[in-house]
């Protein structure tokens, strides 16, 4: 095995560590209490992508309060263009079909946009997976500070 593989590009020294190592060796997690090093800091892994769950709401809340904001809409299109609220040009068959379809349609946005969520979600994971497989190949030089990835 080349020896030169275990030197630092930059200075040449062997005194290097895998970024992983000196992570661990710097990070300290003791219940609620979480401190870590400059240098663990320095060499810390790539931040892992929240998992899909608070979009999903996000979307619900988005949703009801634009579906909640259509009869407010049709009451004003009705008393700008016909003198009169739209409820009382509209038959009431419609607006009783709108209200069995409106639940309907909410339930679909919100089932489409939980698929979005999922679908960002798993590219941000690809993304991340091959930046931590990245910075597990990481060493970093004790000497200058160099990091590096080592072939």
């Known amino acids: ?16 560590s895998s970024s992983p190592l000196v992570y661990k060796r ?5 219940g609620a209490y ?22 999903c709401i996000a979307w ?20 700008l ?5 739209l409820q009382e040009v509209v038959p009431a068959v419609l607006n009783f079909g709108q209200a069995l379809l409106g639940p309907l349609f909410l339930l679909l946005l919100v089932r ?8 960002k ?3 941000k994971m690809q993304v991340w997976q091959e930046k931590y497989d990245s910075w597990t190949k990481q060493y970093i030089c004790m000497r200058c500070g160099n990091i590096f990835i080592r072939e």
Request: aromatic share 10%.
């Open 1 to 16: 095995m080349d020896s030169s593989n275990y030197r630092c590009p930059r200075c040449n020294s062997d005194n290097i």
């Open 26 to 30: 710097g990070h300290i997690i003791n």
């Open 34 to 55: 979480d401190h870590s090093t400059d240098l663990a800091r320095e060499v810390a892994p790539p931040e892992k992508p929240q998992e899909p769950g608070a979009g």
């Open 60 to 79: 619900f809340v988005y949703i009801s309060v634009f579906l909640c904001a259509l009869p407010i809409v049709g009451w004003i299109i009705g008393l």
């Open 81 to 85: 263009f016909f003198d009169k609220p």
């Open 112 to 119: 489409l946009g939980h698929h979005r969520e999922v679908r």
């Open 121 to 123: 979600y798993n590219e």
